[in-house]
């Protein structure tokens, strides 16, 4: 379980990115933070690992106070997906997707072998895996960089904006692959998009951000049905009659 509680983000200078933010994400679910870029969603994702810490207030993982956890193994614990994969692009696919494992001492065979389990769970071709990140294409980069990030099976997966990025018939297929290997998985994930069907269409929970204000939470249908201000209503009404 991921909580937030009151959590407050300002930078040097005066500039707030979240004010008093609380929330509570069940283990097993997927909670999308929806909302215009800049109104501090990839901001809260960083809180999680600790890659920003907080002006004020408390993360929970599990329990436990994460700023009493080592931050280094805190974030070995919890996969994460960027855009566009952020692949290293002098590393092979495998050695890639092997990053983690690698770091944390694991043997050469049993690394190959995550590999291997990696890549047939998520529909790569053994023969990509000697590959540079410039000889895949999008949705091979893409699913390589989600394979770094459950190379060590972490209980937690952090994913911002990852399909973004893609031309709309890969990101679709690819979100279609994401919901079948969560229903497998059941991960605790937190999905940054500014993408409304996305958002529905891969969450169980949706937390609607504004200028770094928590202006909804709640299941897609009751966003839909009774968005709780003025723009709420309208971003999702925008988005969703968008043009694919």
Known sequence: MIELDAVRKVYPGGSVA??????????GTTLALLGPSGC????????????LEPTGGTVRIDGQDSATLDPIALRRRIGYVVQEAGLFPHLTAAANAEVVPHLL??????????????????GLELALADRYPAQ??????Q?????????????????DEPFGALDPLIRARLQDEFR???????????????????????????????AGHLVQLGTPDEIRRAPASPFVAAFVARREAAPA
């Open 105 to 122: 001492g694991w043997p050469a065979p049993r690394r190959r072998e995550r590999v291997r389990e990696l890549f047939a769970l998520l």
């Open 40 to 51: 501090g969603k990839t901001t809260l994702l960083k809180l999680i690992n600790r890659l």
């Open 180 to 210: 079948d290997l969560q229903s497998r998985l059941a991960k605790t994930v937190v999905l940054v998009t500014h993408d409304v069907d996305e958002a529905f269409r891969l969450a169980d929970a949706v937390a609607v951000v504004d």
């Open 136 to 141: 895949l294409s999008g949705g091979q980069r």
């Open 18 to 27: 979240l004010h008093d933010v609380s929330l509570t994400i069940p283990d």
């Open 143 to 159: 699913r390589v960089g989600l394979a770094r990030a459950l190379a060590v099976d972490p209980g937690i997966l952090l994913m």
